[in-house]
């Protein structure tokens, strides 16, 4: 709609446009009869306008021009100038200081246009209204243009959104008592109702959910719901929050659940004598796993360890050993404040890493692993501290255990014989770390920013993405080409740049910086590749084009191996003779293929021949052989998919 100025505006240009055109035409037909200025005008002649027969000659103006086409001829020094219009009207500026018809630009206004309503005013109805919390009202915003009603484009607000909050359309919902104002705002006009929100009554309490699991040293909001009479929820309420068995699981004021131990107990919540219970699980949650021979050992995102399978010399850490394996998780140490960052588990026994940056280890010493000599400590079923130094990373090979220190200098102690597994020219046995040497060629140690383990061989890699490895070489498991042990790392990669790797018992594979994903070592079972099964790869051989697959991790064990891609599916090839790939036929060597289940894993971890892993949905699952336990599932059968660890 067009307010009255524009229209007063509009109707005075419109009507000097008409008279100018008028009076033009009537000049025109005086010409015509009369003749003027010795100009020859007859029939076939056509008027020269304003530019005169010069400017017709020099073309400024066609001598033949229609009156309805587009020309416009001014003279801006002329008072009362003419524009010649498409429709043959002339608009005539008699008097320069009202030649705007809107203080906008006059050659770009469209007088037929429509212009934005402005209001003179806005009502807002209900002006006030009482409420009971928990409901809606709706309000609605009229404009008016004197007493003519106008359409609107509102803006909604509240004062205060904690106690109402409101909608596009006017609709208020009350959220606490108290008082607040809504505001209707349109083209800088506005006008407001006032909210009084009355207190309900609360008859009744209920948990949001149901039931509710805890992870184990991890936390859990729990929300209690306050309800009337009608069912409308009520917000502010002070609920108390108590547990009925504080040794399971904790709870705060405000409702934060902790698990302490795994069990069952109830919390309850109470308003008044009002008062609802619920039913509260707390159940295992692992930040990481780790694989071995006969067992699988996981942390908690507390640092409590974990361990499942074979017990026979205390490699569980669980205070006893025995020939009877533990099919379900048992938990390590008799001390409750001590916590890991990182485990690690050889052959027969366990090593771990404490946020301190001391290495405590468990289970058999029969090569000197566990940080004294055989003579003197056969085995351990619970965590000992192997004192030396502070280390940053550890590993742990089918004997021995390698650390890196805090300048990233790697020593290693446990078994030593001429296959060099220590990294250093010691064939004995040693309980006291030794620094693994220099490389070949090379006068000084490196320092190395991670290490990996497989059976009496190791590698590291170093700040710089080169790989070093050493020890035990039989299956060509250095990639060095040869199958001569090494006290001395080499580089089976050379200078290429390396990502990530692993190693399994006798075999490797690497990423390297362009993705291209190389393997070597013993290839029996076709677990370096199965294209080649048979036949030992000497030295490292491309095993997936950056086009093909590009693991983000890897989980290699005795004749299997398994990657994740990047989006947490999990792949494996090699053997599947118990299961390892996770698939339900037992054929191979077998090329890479998909874990069956349709689980996305986070990690992976292999044993010699099971694997377990990590899934998004936070719990931790297992397949393959299962003859010690090794699987935590609660039986003793092998699982040719993912099956939940019990306890979860």
């Not at 100009?39 to 017709?56: I, N, Q, S, Y």
């Not at 295992?284 to 361990?307: D, H, I």
């Not at 990639?479 to 001395?488: E, F, S, V, Y």
Request: with cysteine; glycine share 10%.
């Amino acid at each position: 709609m067009i307010s009255t100025n524009d229209e007063l505006r509009l109707m005075r240009a419109r009507f000097s446009r008409s008279a100018s055109f008028l009076l033009s035409s009537l000049l025109a037909l005086g010409a015509v009869a009369c003749g003027s200025g010795g100009d020859a005008v007859g029939p076939e002649a056509e008027p020269v306008l304003d530019g005169g027969a010069d400017d017709a000659k020099d073309g400024d103006v066609d001598p033949g021009v229609d009156a309805g086409a587009d020309a416009d001829v001014e003279d801006a020094d002329t008072e009362g100038d003419a524009d010649v219009e498409a429709d043959g009207g002339v608009d005539a500026d008699a008097d320069a200081d009202d030649a705007d018809v809107d203080d906008a630009d006059a050659n770009d206004a469209d007088p037929d246009a429509d212009v934005a309503p402005t209001p003179a005013r806005i009502e807002v109805t209900p002006d006030a209204a009482s409420v009971v919390e928990g409901r809606t009202v709706k309000l609605v915003a009229k404009g008016y243009d004197d007493d003519d009603e106008i359409d609107l484009d509102v803006t909604w607000s509240s004062s205060d959104e904690t106690r109402a909050t409101v909608d596009d359309a006017g609709l208020v919902t009350t959220l606490r008592p108290g008082t607040v104002t809504i505001t209707a705002t349109a083209s800088g006009k506005s006008d407001a109702a006032t909210i009084t929100i009355t207190e309900s009554t609360a008859v009744s309490i209920r948990f949001e959910a149901g039931t509710a699991d805890v992870p184990l040293d991890g936390q859990v909001q729990l929300r209690a719901i306050v309800e009337d009479a009608e069912g409308y929820e009520l917000l502010g309420r002070d609920v108390v929050f108590e547990s009925e068995d504080e040794s399971i699981v904790t709870v705060t004021s405000d409702g934060i659940a902790t698990g302490v131990e795994v069990g069952e107990a109830t919390i309850k919540v109470k308003l008044g004598a009002i008062e609802r219970s619920l039913d509260v699980r707390v159940v295992l949650r692992f930040a990481e796993l780790v694989a071995s021979y006969r067992n699988t050992c996981g942390l908690t995102a507390g640092g409590r360890a974990w361990c499942w399978g074979d017990n026979t010399y205390g490699q569980l850490g669980i205070g006893t050993k025995g020939a009877q394996p533990y099919d379900a998780p048992q938990r390590v140490g008799m001390d409750p404040d001590l916590s890991f960052a990182t485990l690690k588990l050889g052959a027969w026994f366990t090593c771990a890493l404490s946020s301190e940056k001391e290495v405590w280890c468990w289970g058999n010493n029969v090569d000197t692993v566990l940080g004294l000599p055989y003579v003197e400590l056969l085995d351990s079923s619970t965590p000992r501290l192997v004192p030396d130094r502070e280390y940053e990373k550890l590993s742990a090979m089918q004997w021995a255990v390698c650390g890196l220190d805090t300048e990233g200098f790697a020593y290693c102690w446990g078994s030593g014989s001429v296959r060099y597994e220590l990294g250093a020219n010691v064939i004995v046995d040693t309980p006291t770390p030794v620094a693994v040497s220099a490389p070949e060629g090379e006068a000084s140690p490196v320092f190395f920013v991670e290490l990996r383990h497989g059976d009496y061989f190791s590698c590291g890699l170093t700040g710089t993405g080169r790989l070093y490895c050493w020890g035990r070489n039989d299956d060509y498991r250095l990639g060095d080409g040869t199958t001569t042990h090494r006290a001395r790392s080499v580089r089976p990669l050379g200078d290429k740049v390396v990502k990530r790797f692993d190693l399994g018992i006798a075999f490797a594979c690497a990423v390297t910086d362009d993705d291209t994903t190389y393997c070597w070592g013993k290839n029996d079972k076709g677990q370096a590749d199965p294209s080649t099964a048979g036949s030992n790869v000497a030295t490292p051989a491309v095993r997936f084009e950056a086009t093909d697959f590009v693991p983000a991790s890897f989980a290699l064990g005795a004749d299997h191996a398994c990657a994740l891609d990047h989006e947490g599916r999990a792949h494996c090839w090699g053997s599947n003779a118990l299961y390892q790939l996770g698939r339900s036929t037992s054929d191979g060597p077998a090329d890479k293929g998909e874990v069956e289940g349709g689980l996305r894993f986070t990690q992976l971890t292999s044993g010699h021949n099971h694997v377990c892993g990590l899934a998004t949905d936070g719990k931790a699952y297992c397949w393959g052989e299962n003859q010690y336990r090794q699987l935590g599932s609660g039986d003793p059968d092998d699982k040719p998919q993912p099956t939940l660890v019990t306890g979860q």
